[in-house]
């Protein structure tokens, strides 16, 4: 893999994506049942001329099944989306080869923005998120990602969720002089790090410092909270400069989409994505909002290289970013309205509606 992911023009990235999804798709024809089954009866090719034609399936079917590749015997790992209690989750199974290629593109996306040197970490969790080093959920598996990247790892939560501020002030202080990396999700950050400061009147200052999010969007849009005022507001209560999103989901993990300093999530060279209309599902262009599909060279352990996903998104150019980065560009919205969702979710069995339009 490249050094920075983000310098293949279009139709280099095209010709490169294209070739490895549709190998991607013979692959998990061949090595997956039931994969094989849904492609044979929704008549779709294997072999696509173009990045929209590729066959895709709704993220919701690893709820409802187990979508594997591999034999039994070769699961390191197994995922599982986030829920509440009584919610069907996803469970994703990698094997050695699909893990170590999703820790090697992470490292990839990450390294514009933090460099090579491990920067002294702090995670807004529980250590305990990390007891069953075989199965995690997708809390265990960021944070376990992300730690990669640092050094002098400090679990910032008790158990119960309240902010252990005697040891966040002593990891300050103690590492005052360096560059911090921060890692949390984007809901507990604002929640039981922010409005808890806000709320106690602490007044830490965590100077130099990069705060990498991600997930938990919806909750925060619901109290009308958006990036700019999640950005504004730490950098006033906590004093944290620097503010990166990400987009990324566990059915897909290691395919992170990163937010650069313009505010826009990127596509990396081995990952795309591709807007499609909620109800045709025919391809979008540039500017409309409509549901995300996601595209990734990384799973082979599962059938898992082309998604729809339940999120809505949109596509902003291409190439022509100002930070410089190339790739597509993006910002996602939310998720989709549940009405809606379950409107549609009969018809988008797989692929139908435009992924051959």
Request: aromatic residues 10%; neutral net charge.
């Amino acid at each position: 893999m490249m050094t920075n992911p983000y310098t293949l023009v279009s139709d280099q990235k095209q010709n490169l994506l294209l070739e490895g999804l549709n190998e991607l798709t013979k692959h998990h024809i061949e090595q997956c049942a039931l994969y094989r089954s849904m492609i044979e009866k929704s008549s779709l090719p294997s072999n696509s001329n173009r990045l929209e034609a590729v066959p895709y399936l709704p993220v919701q079917l690893f709820k409802m099944m187990d979508l594997t590749s591999i034999p039994k015997s070769d699961v390191v790992k197994t995922l599982t989306s986030s829920g509440t209690t009584g919610q069907q989750v996803s469970k994703i199974y990698l094997d050695k080869e699909t893990a170590a290629a999703q820790s090697r593109a992470l490292v990839d996306v990450m390294k514009p923005l933090l460099g090579s040197q491990r920067l002294p970490m702090i995670i807004f969790d529980t250590k305990s998120v990390l007891k069953d080093r075989r199965s995690f959920s997708a809390r265990g598996a960021g944070i376990l990602g992300f730690a990669n990247f640092g050094r002098h790892h400090f679990y910032a939560m008790f158990d119960d969720m309240t902010v252990d501020w005697d040891g966040l002030e002593d990891f300050l202080l103690e590492h005052r002089n360096s560059k911090i990396l921060l890692f949390g999700f984007t809901y507990m950050v604002w929640k039981h790090v922010y409005q808890e400061a806000k709320r106690s009147g602490k007044t830490l200052d965590f100077g130099d410092s990069i705060l990498i999010h991600g997930g938990g969007w919806k909750k925060l849009q619901d109290e009308a909270v958006d990036s700019t005022t999640f950005k504004s507001e730490l950098k006033r209560v906590l004093g944290i400069q620097k503010v990166h999103n990400y987009y990324g989901m566990v059915e897909q993990v290691g395919s992170i989409f990163v937010e650069c300093k313009q505010g826009h999530l990127h596509t990396p060279h081995f990952a795309d994505v591709i807007v499609r209309d909620s109800l045709s599902f025919k391809p979008l262009p540039y500017g409309q909002q409509g549901l995300i599909q996601v595209q990734s060279l990384l799973p082979r352990s599962y059938p898992g290289h082309s998604l729809l996903t339940e999120d809505l998104g949109t596509i902003h150019g291409e190439d022509d970013c100002p930070c410089g980065w190339k790739g597509k560009y993006f910002t996602v919205a939310g998720r989709i309205p549940k009405a809606e969702l379950r409107g549609c979710s009969d018809t988008y069995g797989f692929g139908q509606g435009g992924s051959n339009s």
